[in-house]
T-cell receptor
Framework: GAGVSQSPRYKVAKRGQDVALRCDPI?????LFWYQQALGQGPEFLTY????????KSGLPSDRFFAERPEGSVSTLKIQRTQQEDSAVYLC?????????????FGPGTRLTVT | GQNIDQPTEMTATEGAIVQINCTYQ??????LFWYQQHAGEAPTFLSY????GLEEKGRFSSFLSRSKGYSYLLLKELQMKDSASYLC?????????????FGKGTKLSVIP
């Protein structure tokens, strides 16, 4: 079956622009996670959704970052007024049940470059 | 908070065995995952340990000692395709915590 998909795969933004990154999780998966991965680093947690509810957004680095999952399936991560330090790969992952006890299925990521 | 340490890089020979260590200091612990990540690709799940001991799955095994805050991933009969980064990730036990904390990853190079 289809895995997690993300779009766009690559995004170049000028500093100050807004960007929107999309995640299509595996159908029926309850949990959805967003991570930020800098070059040579492990993924860092940004936010967690259980269905449409955003239960943890403690990893969002600033109020320029906003995520939503209005119908409990597709999710969008929005970054306003992008800065150079936002350049990273943004990974989305989904898992079948609530919380973190299941393996997470990762999408291929969106590589954001802010110039 | 969580602090996870892994070696940055390792090199091993095709056909050999390699052990990748992971130590963690955590305020709460509720399980440890290993993921494999090839360059430019998504992480993929390898193993999950929540109790002490060894979990074996084909060529890959993972060990956990909760009292020592220590885990390792053992890869046997190494193949060239095993060249990748290996990420250790700890699951928090705090109520309402939905975070996995990842280490920086160990880049494994398998040479002929």
């Amino acid at each position: 079956g289809a895995g997690v998909s993300q779009s766009p795969r690559y995004k170049v933004a000028k500093r100050g622009q807004d960007v929107a990154l999309r995640c299509d999780p595996i159908s029926g998966h309850v949990s959805l996670f967003w991570y930020q991965q800098a070059l040579g680093q492990g993924p860092e947690f940004l936010t967690y959704f259980q269905n449409e509810a955003q239960l943890d957004k403690s990893g969002l680095p600033s109020d320029r970052f906003f995520a939503e999952r209005p119908e409990g399936s597709v999710s969008t991560l929005k970054i306003q007024r992008t800065q150079q330090e936002d350049s990273a790969v943004y990974l989305c992952a989904s898992s079948p049940r609530k919380g973190t006890r299941d393996e997470q299925y990762f999408g291929p990521g969106t590589r954001l470059t802010v110039t | 908070g969580q602090n996870i340490d892994q070696p940055t890089e390792m090199t091993a020979t095709e056909g050999a065995i390699v052990q990748i260590n992971c130590t963690y200091q955590t305020s709460g612990f509720n399980g440890l995952f290993w993921y494999q990540q090839h360059a430019g690709e998504a992480p993929t799940f390898l193993s999950y340990n929540v109790l002490d001991g060894l979990e074996e799955k084909g060529r890959f095994s993972s060990f956990l000692s909760r009292s020592k805050g220590y885990s390792y991933l053992l890869l046997k009969e190494l193949q060239m395709k095993d060249s990748a980064s290996y990420l250790c990730a700890v699951r928090d036990s705090g109520a309402g915590s939905y975070q996995l904390t990842f280490g920086k990853g160990t880049k494994l190079s398998v040479i002929p």
